[in-house]
């Protein structure tokens, strides 16, 4: 999440490949990270996608949460996708990144009986039985952004490099700080599959630089008011903190906030990921130095290409990656303003 939700996007990993019909070009491989002046694309693979769809097919987006700007982008890339393609698409999702709350939602759409349905889980293991039961209905399920623990019951798959997104966030915090220091990680709850990896692969590269001391992660449960608080208690046990990856936006809004409140503003670098209207203001103003965007709107696209695939009796890749751009002040006028997340389509 997403969720979720301060991150960098990669426009650079999408190959629009035009046929005589319609074709998408999708990453297949691990994206690589984008930054200014060091662009790079991963690889990518062509699934075919007919012009129009052969029917007017009903698909279901069921968000992480409700105004997340990167569930709100995403929604605008499945509203292109679907009006290019002639189908028809809602979007719903629960008020918290919350699987209490999500379940209900998907048990409502399921017994309506769509043809699709694209969904970012909000657990790897609750929702796991009830999306297997919707795929067993005969209902073609696209999982976008995060996943379950088994997700071979989905149609495709289409997520950020978030292993890699997670490394690329420590290198920015490692150009801010050369000479090392005490790094952590503010998180939204255990269990997302996204957000997790993005921790591994932080700490992973953490872990491997001996100038660097990894703290133990913080759990803000996707509520900035949280976060402030608890990036205020870690600089109180650890005043020589120098940075502090934000997993997704609400973590970064927060953590903003409680080092501003806390007046280290000057001292403790700050990486988010997700690169809403708020994060990109909080890089403006200095308060965050770099935000890793990824590609809401290009894995919306891709969701409802492979769902139309499935739907039309097409070819379907069963996972695609997607990239991320590393958004700084070097680069906010240029890339970075295009990677940024919207608030409405």
Do not use: W
Not at 304 to 330: N, R, Y
């Amino acid at each position: 999440m997403r969720k979720n939700t301060f991150l960098a996007y990669a426009g650079s990993t999408a190959l629009i490949a035009a046929l005589a019909a319609c074709t998408s070009s999708k990453p297949t491989g691990s994206a690589e990270n984008t930054a200014a002046g060091n662009p790079s694309a991963a690889a990518a693979s062509a699934a075919v996608v007919p012009g129009k769809a052969k029917k007017d097919y009903n698909l279901q987006f069921i968000q992480g949460v409700q105004g997340d700007e990167f569930y709100i982008t995403m929604q605008c890339g499945i509203q292109a996708e679907a009006a290019k393609l002639g189908v028809t698409v809602k979007t719903q999702g629960p008020q918290k990144f919350d699987p209490t709350l999500q379940k209900p939602i998907l048990d409502s759409v399921v017994a309506a009986k769509p043809d699709a349905i694209l969904i970012a889980p909000t657990d790897v293991t609750a929702m796991q039985t009830p999306l297997q039961a919707a795929a067993a209905a005969g209902i073609k399920v696209i999982l976008v952004d995060t996943t379950t623990k088994d997700p071979s019951y989905a149609a495709s798959a289409i997520a950020s490099d978030n292993l890699g997104g997670g490394r690329a966030a420590f290198e920015a915090i490692k150009k801010l700080n050369p000479d090392g220091g005490k790094v952590m990680v503010m998180s939204t709850d255990p269990g997302v599959s996204t957000v997790d990896q993005r921790i591994q692969g932080f700490e992973q590269a953490a872990k491997a630089d001996p100038k660097f001391q990894y703290l133990p992660v913080q759990y803000s449960h996707n509520d900035p008011a949280t976060a402030a608080n608890l990036i205020s208690s870690a600089l109180q046990r650890d005043p020589d903190l120098k940075g502090v990856f934000a997993a997704n936006l609400f973590a970064a809004e927060g953590t903003a906030t409680g080092v501003r409140q806390a007046g280290k503003a000057n001292t403790v670098k700050i990486v988010g990921f997700d690169a809403g209207p708020n994060q990109i203001k909080a890089l403006q103003e200095g308060t965050v130095q770099a935000l890793i965007a990824q590609q809401p709107a290009t894995i919306g696209q891709y969701g409802v290409d492979e769902a139309v695939a499935a739907l039309d009796g097409g070819q379907v890749t069963p996972k695609i990656q997607t990239g991320f751009t590393t958004i700084t002040k070097d680069n906010l006028s240029g890339e970075g303003s295009s990677a940024a997340y919207k608030s409405s389509c």
